[in-house]
């Protein structure tokens, strides 16, 4: 969610609240269970239409989930966390070629496996449903995240207008930091966060660890190593800062570096109901496919110099993920 523009943001938080209001509503009226809406899913007609959350074009022949009036890719459906009933219970799941159903299980699991044991066995009646509490950001907290929200984009738009991504590169490895897998927009991403907050400092755990800031866990994730074969666990939402520095040689190649002042922010505000989706202690750095490999190069980063350093990048160049982004577009 971090990194869709503010307007952006305010219209899926809407939709949302929309979306658990209604619930409750019909759980107040008092008429037994109600019957939640139940979401559909089906292959992409035309390759016009696009999904709600994320805005872009849900391709033709792709599976489209249709709920409340709303077309999602499945993925950015799972990430709003409204629907709570199994993959097999979606409206036209069973229409579905195998590896299909099996990807929307993978996203929302099976009705059998969520429902729990007593109500499947029929003891007992069925556990009320505990009623979804909506927690909402005060005014003056919303009034940061848009400034904070406004700044991350307007530093993103003159980044991408007046650096090529060799001088992004070049800006990280002069931070102490390194490119990590996702192209482009994720060196970016670090990019802005280093020069808007301050670079964040070598992880305190394990004394040499670079933390990464992961759109999915909201907090800084260290991607160092206790030992050779343990990786750090450290995650923070406030890291200390170091400030962001431009080398004087790129202040001389490029008139942008050398007069652009970068608005600064103390340090990154979060939303009360995206931390109470991820309390600090699940926003650990999960295990990642590319860990393995990162683990190795991390070390190598550090230990290498500039010119040794240029070539772990084009080798592991892409080889870190530090944020395993499941919600990379919410
Ligand atoms: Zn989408
Ligand atoms: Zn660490």
Redesign the pocket.
Known sequence: MEWLKWEDQERVRARIKVIQEDGAAAEEMGIGTPKPAVPKVEHAKAGSG???????K?PKGELRIGYKASN??P???QTLNVYQGGADEIGGFEDLIDGEKQALEKLFGKAAEKRPAKEENGEGPPKKKEKTETVEDDPETLKKLKKQSDTLWAVREKFQENLDSHEMEELLLANGRYKTKGGPDKMLDQLIDCAVFGVPAKCTKCENGTLFFSTSAHAYQCMGNISEYTRCMHSTRKPDRVPFRIPSKMKKSNEFLASYQIPQLTERVYSAAMLKEVPLEKAKPGPSLTRTVGATSEKSFLSSKSGGRQKMLVKNGCTVDPAAEKAE?L
């Open positions: 696009k999904c709600f959350t994320c805005k872009e849900i999602y890719h993925q950015c459906f577009k």
